[in-house]
């Protein structure tokens, strides 16, 4: 035990003069770099603008693409008066700034890789927490390993839960130990239970995309806060993880949104168009050489072409070296410390 103990602290002591001199601390449970802004194009207001989420017919693309899956109104499966109210920004995790503790099975089994195989069993319990290694340049994260210095890329999928989708796309990702980003409809989440707790099992991302797809612009601002924090409830109830990105329906918003969404907003700056042709191959070739380290890749869960071209691109994008990663850990990893009320689409 005390072999380990020292191991884990020279180790980790041995990370943070690394990342000291790199300029790079930890911070709330996500990589912070000092001085580092959040990039010009992750805007915070709203102007539509050329190749933006919120200009052209993006909110249109989506609109078209609900059609017919969006079920309005409903009554809501879960309801949770008690909930407190939103406190999207990620609270510091002690866990991110303590050394890892010693558990029976750590004591037990010395060894050099005994303390990275529990730190990667820790952080799929602790999955918005970002571990440093003694390796400078690989962290652990959501159950696996990153190599910081490698290509990052968020792959999102929108309006799931949809299971037969779904579990295709959670599939192949699993077999390539890549993670991926379910921005989910808070009233399809208990009737699709398992697919959503086996995202949690396998390290990916569950995210708040309203409880009933509502375009929040179109509504006032109690609504608005209903919506989000609905959406939020049903997710930990069923997953026991709450959500700490959102995505807007349609990407429609205004200011009274922006004042009453109190999570991070992400949108996105690759989109696919995959609801509008759902053709596999028009899918792939809106990813392969248009990506960049960064990017956020808009996707919908609900269809079979985008799990057949998900099959494509996901063992292509890790071919060409990118490690597909969840939205918070893009930021997290990327420097960019999430805030409540902003709005962004690629790190
Ligand atoms: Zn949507």
Same mark, same amino acid.
């Given at each position: 035990?005390?072999?380990?103990?020292?191991? %884990?602290?020279?180790?980790? /002591?041995?990370?943070?003069? $690394?990342?000291m001199?790199?300029?790079t601390?930890?911070?709330?449970?996500?990589?912070i770099?000092?001085?580092?802004?959040?990039?010009?194009?992750?805007? @915070? =207001?709203?102007?539509?603008? &050329?190749g933006?989420?919120?200009?052209? #017919?993006?909110?249109?693309?989506?609109?078209?693409?609900?059609?017919?899956?969006?079920?309005?109104?409903?009554?809501?499966?879960?309801q949770n008066? !008690?909930a407190?109210?939103e406190?999207?920004v990620?609270?510091?995790?002690?866990?991110?700034?303590?050394?890892? &503790?010693?558990?029976?099975?750590?004591?037990?089994q010395?060894?050099?890789?005994?303390? @990275?195989?529990?730190?990667?069993?820790?952080?799929?319990?602790?999955?918005? =927490?970002?571990?440093?290694t003694?390796? &400078?340049?690989?962290?652990? #994260?959501?159950?696996?390993?990153?190599?910081v210095t490698?290509?990052?890329?968020?792959?999102t999928?929108?309006d799931?839960p949809?299971? !037969?989708?779904?579990?295709?796309?959670?599939?192949?990702?699993d077999?390539?130990g890549?993670?991926?980003?379910?921005?989910?409809?808070?009233?399809? $989440? &208990?009737?699709?239970?398992?697919?959503v707790?086996?995202?949690?099992?396998?390290?990916? @991302?569950?995210a708040?995309? =309203?409880?009933?797809?509502?375009?929040?612009?179109?509504?006032?601002?109690? +609504?608005?806060?209903s919506?989000?924090?609905?959406?939020?409830?049903?997710?930990e109830?069923?997953?026991g993880?709450?959500?700490?990105?959102?995505?807007?329906?349609?990407?429609?918003?205004?200011?009274?949104?922006?004042?009453?969404?109190?999570?991070p907003?992400?949108?996105?700056?690759?989109?696919t168009?995959?609801?509008?042709?759902?053709?596999?191959?028009? +899918?792939?070739?809106?990813?392969?050489?248009?990506?960049? #380290?960064?990017?956020?890749?808009? %996707?919908?869960?609900?269809?079979?072409?985008? /799990?057949?071209? =998900?099959e494509?691109?996901?063992? /292509?994008l890790?071919?060409q070296?990118?490690q597909?990663?969840t $939205?918070s @850990?893009? !930021?997290?990893?990327?420097?960019?410390?999430?805030?409540?009320?902003k709005?962004?689409?690629?790190?």
């Amino acid at each position: 035990m005390r072999r380990f103990r020292k191991m %884990m602290i020279s180790g980790l /002591a041995a990370a943070a003069a $690394v990342l000291m001199l790199a300029g790079t601390a930890f911070a709330d449970g996500v990589i912070i770099a000092p001085g580092v802004t959040i990039p010009s194009h992750n805007q @915070e =207001t709203m102007g539509p603008g &050329p190749g933006g989420p919120g200009a052209g #017919s993006a909110p249109v693309q989506e609109t078209a693409a609900d059609q017919g899956t969006v079920q309005q109104p409903e009554q809501p499966a879960v309801q949770n008066p !008690a909930a407190p109210a939103e406190t999207p920004v990620p609270a510091a995790d002690p866990a991110a700034q303590q050394p890892a &503790p010693e558990t029976p099975a750590q004591q037990t089994q010395a060894g050099a890789g005994t303390d @990275e195989a529990s730190l990667i069993a820790q952080s799929l319990q602790n999955q918005y =927490t970002i571990y440093p290694t003694s390796d &400078p340049n690989i962290v652990i #994260s959501r159950g696996r390993k990153i190599d910081v210095t490698k290509p990052l890329l968020a792959l999102t999928y929108d309006d799931g839960p949809q299971t !037969a989708a779904g579990n295709r796309i959670i599939d192949m990702f699993d077999k390539y130990g890549q993670r991926a980003t379910f921005f989910m409809v808070g009233d399809r $989440v &208990p009737s699709r239970a398992a697919e959503v707790q086996r995202m949690v099992a396998d390290g990916h @991302e569950v995210a708040n995309h =309203t409880y009933s797809h509502t375009y929040l612009n179109k509504v006032g601002a109690e +609504t608005i806060q209903s919506q989000v924090r609905k959406c939020n409830d049903v997710i930990e109830q069923t997953c026991g993880i709450r959500p700490r990105i959102m995505r807007l329906p349609g990407g429609n918003k205004n200011d009274t949104v922006i004042a009453n969404v109190a999570m991070p907003i992400i949108l996105w700056n690759v989109d696919t168009r995959d609801w509008d042709h759902r053709n596999v191959s028009k +899918t792939v070739s809106a990813i392969m050489g248009k990506v960049k #380290s960064g990017d956020v890749v808009l %996707m919908h869960e609900l269809y079979d072409a985008t /799990a057949s071209a =998900t099959e494509q691109v996901v063992p /292509a994008l890790v071919e060409q070296g990118f490690q597909l990663v969840t $939205v918070s @850990e893009l !930021a997290a990893l990327k420097g960019v410390d999430l805030a409540a009320h902003k709005i962004y689409y690629s790190f």
